[in-house]
């Protein structure tokens, strides 16, 4: 769930500059990214090619290629255009169990738990420095920082209800622009793919 509210807000805000991003695709995107991840586990499969797989048969392309892309990130996609498959891949970067992080701190934890060698821990420090690249052309477009109090307290205000006070309330009436919930059962945009 951090992943979704972390690629909407960031997308609200970037259409208050260029209105070109699809929230509602944004969010679906953000909600499965790891859709096939339990059966991946299981099998041994890739869970992004495996999840798109399932939402491309289930009629959803778009959420397909959002799924598809959302693990590996190269130079081109970094510094091109800044689509909805390329917020919900960097926030899922910036995830970490439950907990929003910082790219750098999801990397060198990446390092420490995963880093096979000390080629394969290069190879993961240069990630870390694509998405930072990709992180400071998303934030130059924006007025808040990566690690600023209004993208960190997301995790804290998920499940406050409208009227409970909290930068997560304020986020919600200013940017979302759509009630929770709906666009998934089929009223908005991302439902009519088929
Ligand atoms: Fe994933």
Redesign the pocket.
């Known amino acids: 769930m951090l992943v979704a509210e972390i690629a909407v807000y960031l997308g609200s805000l970037l259409n208050e500059r260029c209105p070109s991003l699809d929230l509602q695709l944004l969010e679906a995107g953000g909600l499965l990214?790891?859709i096939a991840?339990p059966r991946s586990i299981a099998t041994g499969e890739k869970?992004?090619e495996v999840g798109a797989a399932m939402l491309q048969g289930w009629g959803y392309p778009k959420v397909a290629g959002i799924v598809r892309e959302?693990?590996t990130m190269d130079y081109g996609r970094a510094m091109g255009p800044l689509t909805e498959s390329i917020l919900v891949n960097y926030a899922?970067k910036r995830v970490k169990h439950s907990e929003i992080v910082s790219i750098e701190d999801r990397f060198l934890d990446l390092i420490e738990r995963y880093a096979r060698s000390r080629e394969h821990a290069a190879l993961l420090e240069k990630k870390m420095e694509l998405y930072s690249a990709l992180e400071r052309r998303i934030f130059e477009r924006l007025s808040i920082r990566p690690t600023g109090e209004e993208l960190m307290a997301i995790q804290f205000c998920l499940g406050l209800e409208e009227g409970e006070g909290g930068n997560g309330d304020r986020r919600k009436k200013d940017h979302r622009g759509f009630a929770r919930g709906g666009e998934i059962r089929g009223t908005g945009g991302f439902a009519q793919e088929r």
């Open positions: 990214h790891d991840k869970h992004e959302h693990v899922d």
